[in-house]
């Protein structure tokens, strides 16, 4: 077993999306190669009603999956072809936005006024940007939980892992979405398929995920929407996470200390270790196939060309999105 190195400690950045949402933004709208096939990571954890309440009214997307995970609270959301319901705390929407689909998702607090959870975008191969749109809607109890004798937990939301298989199926990405808990002062090895690009995104308690060898420079070859200026990006209220390297004490068989709302991006390799902290450490850890396609991306529509992307939004001023 080879254990993958910490090529990239990120940490998320404070974003303003929707119609006025707070919230943390793990990666996205910046080079795509070190997650592909993943696009964009947000965190929308608040306390505070005034921070999300406003939501995200309606607003199209095409050629993307997107992938809700709710931890408390309610997002009550609908669409153009007359979906809609409740995700409720421990809930998973996965949408494929296929070849478009207007919609809106409108958080509401807990008792206590938290909403807190994730959205994560995967792409759509260029063979499946104009498929058919698509819900899954996944209840918690129907996410299955393996519990390791140490005390080790993992929600399988997608994919397979310890024998059991999540409930999400038919990805394109072929992910493996898992939420992890290990406990205070246990070291765990975790597989992860050598041929993925992988991820781990904390969001309690803290730790230190072990690296192999020295974190070596990392490949970017972001193919974005040139065809849209300085101004407009701005204006969409676009922020490229800050990035580094795993520092002095962090690189090499130490590894890469870790704490909330730390995302950390491996190499290649088939398993990652962490060591868990002193209050134990849960994170996400997302893996999937590269689709290693163009990316042309301007807000939430992703194409593989900037002809297509202008094809887009002109159908969507021409009233012609919705297929």
Same mark, same amino acid.
Not at 2 to 12: E, F, W
């Given at each position: 077993m080879?254990?993958? =190195? /910490?090529? *990239?400690? /990120?940490?998320?950045k404070p974003t303003l999306e929707g119609a006025g949402v707070r919230l943390r933004r793990a990666f996205g709208f910046g080079d795509t190669a070190d997650f592909d096939p993943f696009l964009l990571l947000d965190d929308f954890r608040n306390d505070d009603p005034a921070d999300y309440l406003a939501g995200f009214p309606w607003h199209p997307h095409r050629g993307i999956e997107t992938i809700t995970y709710v931890l408390a609270g309610t997002v009550n959301h609908g669409d153009s072809l007359g979906n809609q319901g409740d995700l409720g705390a421990g809930d998973v929407q996965w949408m494929t936005a296929g070849s478009g689909i #207007?919609?809106?998702? @409108? =958080?509401?607090? %807990?008792?206590? !006024? *938290? @909403?807190? !959870? +994730?959205? #994560?975008w995967a792409n759509l191969p260029a063979s499946l940007k104009m498929a058919k749109p698509r819900y899954q809607d996944v209840k918690a109890a129907d996410i299955p939980e393996v519990v390791d004798d140490d005390g080790t937990r993992v929600g399988v939301i997608c994919g397979s892992f310890w024998g059991k298989n999540g409930p999400v199926d038919g990805v394109a990405a072929d992910p493996r979405y898992l939420d992890v808990f290990v406990p205070p002062g246990v070291r765990k090895r975790l597989t992860v398929e050598t041929t993925r690009n992988a991820f781990a995104y904390i969001f309690d308690g803290a730790g230190r995920f072990r690296d192999a060898s020295e974190p070596r420079p990392v490949q970017t070859d972001h193919v974005g929407p040139a065809a849209f200026d300085a101004a407009q990006a701005r204006e969409a209220g676009r922020h490229v996470p800050e990035e580094r390297r795993a520092g002095p004490g962090e690189g090499g068989p130490a590894g890469a %200390?870790?704490?909330? *709302?730390? #995302? /950390?991006? +491996? %190499? *290649? !390799?088939?398993? /990652?270790v962490v060591q868990a902290g002193e209050q134990g450490i849960r994170f996400l850890l997302v893996s999937g196939q590269p689709i290693e396609e163009p990316v042309a991306w301007y807000g939430p529509i992703v194409m593989n060309t900037q002809e297509e992307l202008r094809r887009a939004y002109a159908e969507l001023r021409a009233g012609t999105f919705i297929k």
């Open positions: 080879s254990i993958r =190195p /910490v090529k *990239r400690v /990120v940490q998320s #207007l919609h809106q998702e @409108m =958080p509401k607090g %807990d008792a206590h !006024g *938290r @909403m807190h !959870g +994730f959205q #994560l %200390d870790v704490d909330n *709302r730390t #995302l /950390v991006v +491996f %190499d *290649r !390799g088939d398993e /990652v």
